[in-house]
C-alpha cells in the first residue's frame, strides 16, 4: 500500500519512515508543503500522513487544497496540538484522523488500517473472499483453512486486489501502489508475483484481464 508521509523533522520522518516500511508500506515522504501538494497531485496514494506545522505551506493549506479537488484519500494527522478547537479545525478542513505528538508506532499503525477499511466500505478487521481470509493487523493470510506464507509483495498484490474485489486493476496500478520513489522495477515484477500467488492459492482465484491488468472476481 503507498503511503505519503509529510514530515520536516529529519529524525521524526526517518525514524516513521523505517517503521511504515517494516508494516508493509511503500512510502515517499517529504518534508517541504509545497512539494507534498504536488506529488498529490502527480500520484496515487492509498494513505496519507501529514504533519500540520510545514516550510512553504501548511498541513491545513495542504488539506484544503486536496479536499478542494475532490480527493478523498484518508488523512491522518500528525500534531502537536491537542486542543479540541485545533482538532475541530482539522476535523472540518477534511482530515479523517489525528494522532498526537509523541507517539506510538503501532497506534499510527492501527489508525492507518482503520481509515483503510472505512475507505475500503468494511467494518471488519479481517477480508474474507472465496475461502481467503487476510488479517491486515497480523499480516497473515489463509486459504480455506491453511496458512499461506506470502512473500512482503505477494501479501500487499493480494490485499490490494481483495480490497479491490470486481475490479480491474492494472499492472501500473500495482506497480504504483508496491513501490515507492526510486525503486527499481523490473518489467515483469508483477507478473512474477502474481504467478507464484496463485501455485500458493488456486490458479482461477486472480484472473487476468488481457491487456488490461488483474481482478478477483466478486462470484
Not at 488500517?113 to 479481517?126: K, V
Not at 486459504?143 to 499461506?148: I, R
Request: charged letters at 30%.
Amino acid at each position: 500500500m503507498r503511503l505519503l508521509l509529510v514530515e520536516d523533522d529529519e529524525i521524526l520522518g526517518d525514524g516513521l519512515k523505517a517503521g511504515l516500511m517494516m508494516e508493509g508500506y511503500a512510502v515517499d515522504w517529504l518534508t517541504n508543503g509545497k512539494l507534498a501538494d504536488e506529488a498529490l497531485r502527480l500520484n496515487s496514494y492509498e494513505l496519507i500522513v501529514l504533519d500540520l506545522n510545514l516550510p512553504d505551506m501548511d498541513g491545513m493549506a495542504i488539506l484544503n487544497s486536496l479536499r478542494g479537488r475532490k480527493d478523498e484519500t484518508p488523512v491522518l494527522v500528525l500534531t502537536a496540538k491537542d486542543t479540541v478547537a485545533d482538532r475541530v479545525l482539522g476535523l472540518d478542513s477534511g482530515a479523517d484522523d489525528f494522532v498526537v505528538k509523541p507517539f506510538d508506532l503501532n497506534e499510527v499503525c492501527a489508525r492507518l488500517r482503520a481509515l483503510a477499511r472505512r475507505q475500503e466500505g468494511r467494518s471488519t478487521p479481517c477480508i474474507e473472499h472465496k475461502g481467503i481470509i487476510l488479517d491486515p493487523a497480523a499480516h497473515q493470510v489463509s486459504f480455506k483453512g491453511e496458512k499461506v506464507d506470502l512473500s512482503q509483495k505477494e501479501y500487499e498484490i493480494l490485499n490490494f486486489l481483495m480490497a479491490n474485489i470486481g475490479r480491474v486493476i492494472s499492472r501500473s496500478r500495482l506497480e504504483e501502489t508496491l513501490y515507492a520513489w526510486g525503486s527499481d522495477i523490473e518489467s515483469n515484477t508483477v507478473e512474477v508475483h502474481i504467478h507464484y500467488l496463485r501455485k500458493k492459492l488456486e490458479p482461477g482465484i486472480i484472473r487476468t484481464v488481457r491487456g488490461v491488468g488483474y481482478i478477483i472476481d466478486e462470484e
